[in-house]
């Protein structure tokens, strides 16, 4: 067959979070590529949740873009305002000194006008399958075929890349794998977010703040982010710690003790939120860092990347998948 009429390579990709859909838009010139994420929405922890009239960044924070790879990836996104500077007053709390600045001394982002903007603004001409958890796959004749919970069976693909935190992996990924070992020996730990609506905006005089000596590490007044339009809305999350110690507690539990925490820390009263919220993140940083940036299996045809294979954040999501594909597209990315 003519070389220009070859059948296009077929790529299945499990998750949608950066990592996912950074594997998707670089392979989309090269691959028929489909996505298969298991929530409802594209961002994995680069996430928002709304109810009411507010909106959450109840993942990922913020970022930062250290390395010139990430930052030109990011110019055409600051550009058209998908990925916007955030500025907020930082001070640190809990330590018994009092309130004081804390000093940011690099630029760091948010997607703009929410979290999950920036993959949002990575989908092309994939399919996507969302609300679809991928519970086995099966490699057999050269080819990968997938299995969801409802038992649907998807297939056939030449390649399959598994972009989900490395527990989720190492359940799913054969023990063949190159190098397997790393996804089944890391450890990650979780985290927890309690979000608070209010109709009426708290007397704060900062926008983000540093917790010590305490159950929360990280308080946000999140309405205050750049693009933001819906209510007052704060965010506090856990040390990873903490939620190690109390992953499988009583959510409603979990849920007091943190606002009677959050209530210790703040200057003022909590009075009468109108949405109170817990999100438990099971696999929210890996512990402690691998020695490699992605895995591939050319004989499997199988790669695997993720932030947690480098440190954990927004940035270790790109550049693990970046550096995945540019080895697959020096691949025989063709079919027989």
């Known amino acids: 067959m003519p070389r220009d009429h070859q059948p296009t390579v077929r790529i299945a990709i499990i998750g949608a979070g950066l990592a996912g859909m950074t594997v998707s838009s670089d392979m989309a010139k090269h691959a028929d590529v489909s996505i298969f994420e298991k929530s409802r929405g594209l961002g994995g922890r680069m996430s928002t949740r709304y109810s009411v009239h507010f909106q959450f960044d109840h993942g990922a924070q913020f970022f930062t873009a250290r390395s010139q790879s990430f930052q030109r990836f990011l110019e055409p996104f600051i550009a058209n305002g998908t990925v916007r500077e955030w500025k907020p007053r930082v001070v640190t709390l809990g ?3 009092g309130i004081y600045n804390r000093a940011w001394f690099e630029p760091h982002y948010v997607a703009s006008p929410r979290m999950t903007s920036l993959c949002n603004a990575l989908t092309g001409t994939e399919r ?3 609300n679809t958890r991928i519970m086995g796959i099966k490699y057999e004749h050269r080819l990968w075929f997938l299995r969801d919970q409802s038992n649907n069976r998807y297939g056939p693909f030449d390649w399959l890349i598994a972009t989900i935190p490395a527990p989720q992996a190492a359940a799913i990924v054969p023990e063949a794998l190159a190098g397997y070992s790393t996804v089944a020996e890391c450890r990650m730990s979780g985290c927890y977010s309690l979000m608070l609506g209010f ?19 990280w308080i946000a ?7 933001r339009t819906l209510g007052y809305s704060l965010l506090a999350q856990t040390t990873r710690a903490w939620a190690e ?3 499988d507690d009583e959510q409603i539990l979990v849920q007091s003790t943190l606002l009677q925490e959050l209530e210790r820390l703040l200057p003022i009263p909590l009075t009468d939120p109108g949405v109170v919220q817990l999100h438990r993140w099971r696999y929210a940083s890996a512990q402690p860092e691998t020695e490699r940036d992605y895995l591939i299996d050319h004989q499997l045809q199988l790669g695997v990347c993720g932030d947690w294979l480098i ?3 927004v940035e270790s999501a790109f550049l693990s998948a970046r550096a995945l594909t540019e080895q697959l597209r020096h691949c025989r990315l063709r079919r027989e």
């Open 128 to 130: 996507l399958h969302l």
């Open 221 to 227: 007044v999140d309405s205050a982010k750049p693009g």
């Open 245 to 247: 110690g109390h992953i």
């Open 311 to 313: 440190k954990g954040d």
């Open 199 to 217: 109709h009426t905006a708290l007397d704060l005089s900062w926008q983000a703040a540093v917790v010590k000596s305490s159950p929360i590490e």
């Open 95 to 97: 330590d018994g000194k």
